[in-house]
């Protein structure tokens, strides 16, 4: 063999193992690549899953929120219903004509007022000298107290022992203590 057929040999034994070379390293940056793409993919495909499950509990919770917003706001609008129902029983309380008065005064006094109780009422009460024309304080030598009671409507009674507010806003207050439930369901059906 000649030299240069020794030297075309070599040549051509380095241009296979070259090509042999280039195809195995292809191969490799192929799978590395395949392998990069799947892992860049399952990666993607987590942070995906991972996002839309915080974004839904980002919703809901938004969506919590704005429903007790909207419970808060509904509740304050019915308090301010039953608070406009209970205030106009008491401007009815305050209006009422004088036998509806002198009949509620006569039950309350009768009820609730022990011997030598002083009556202090209210600034707005009208009918002061008929309350005390009346057979239970009489009876139950009740006076009238020289300083009036700073509540809304009725009167207060002033006691050795205790003194006792049944006014009208104090009534009411009891009343609503009891029966708010009540009115709401009532007035709130469904």
Do not use: P, W
Not at 13 to 23: H, I
Not at 33 to 45: L, M, N, Q, W, Y
Not at 51 to 57: D, G, I, L, N, S
Not at 173 to 190: H, T, V, W
């Amino acid at each position: 063999m000649s030299k240069e057929s020794i030297v075309e040999r070599i040549i051509s034994d380095a241009e296979k193992e070259r090509e042999t070379l280039l195809a195995e390293a292809r191969q490799k940056a192929e799978a590395h690549v395949a392998a990069a793409k799947a892992h860049a993919e399952r990666k993607f495909a987590g942070v995906k899953a991972e996002t839309a499950q915080k974004a839904k509990a980002i919703l809901d919770g938004k969506a919590a929120s704005a429903r007790l917003d909207c419970a808060k706001a509904e509740l304050k609008e019915k308090r301010r219903v039953i608070d406009c129902v209970y205030g106009g029983a008491l401007k009815k309380l305050c209006a009422l004509d004088k036998e509806d008065a002198l009949k509620l005064a006569e039950r309350l006094l009768k009820d609730y007022a022990e011997e030598n109780d002083e009556i202090a009422f209210s600034s707005d009460y009208r009918f002061r000298q008929e309350v005390m024309k009346l057979d239970i304080v009489k009876k139950k030598k009740l006076k009238i107290s020289h300083k009036g009671a700073e509540v809304e409507g009725g009167f207060v009674l002033i006691g050795e022992n205790s003194d006792k507010d049944i006014s009208y806003a104090a009534l009411l207050a009891a009343d609503r203590e009891l029966y708010q439930s009540e009115i709401a369901a009532k007035i709130f059906k469904g």
